[in-house]
C-alpha cells in the first residue's frame, strides 16, 4: 500500500441520513485512515491509502451528488 493521502471532495447532503449514508460505505473501505463528514460544510475529507477514483467511487455509490473533489497536499 502507498503512504495515506488526503482527498476533499464537495458533496450535496440535505439530511444526518445522508451524511450517515457517506460514513457508512467509508467506514467499510478498507485503508481508509480517517474521515470527517461535514453536513454543515457538505465536504468530505478523507485520509486513505486508497487511490482517488476507489474513494470517489465509493462516495458516489451513495447516490449524492458530488460537485468536486481533489487531492489535498500538505
Known amino acids: ?3 495515506p493521502k488526503k482527498y476533499h471532495f464537495d458533496v450535496t447532503m440535505s439530511c444526518s441520513g ?3 449514508a457517506v460514513e457508512r460505505v467509508l467506514k467499510k473501505l478498507d485503508g ?3 474521515y470527517d463528514v461535514s453536513l454543515e460544510k457538505q465536504s468530505v475529507d478523507v485520509v486513505t491509502s486508497q487511490p482517488y477514483e476507489t474513494v470517489y467511487n ?3 455509490k451513495t447516490g449524492k451528488k458530488i460537485n468536486g473533489g481533489q487531492e489535498v497536499t500538505a
Open 1 to 3: 500500500m502507498s503512504a
Open 18 to 20: 445522508c451524511s450517515g
Open 32 to 34: 481508509v485512515d480517517s
Open 58 to 60: 465509493t462516495i458516489a
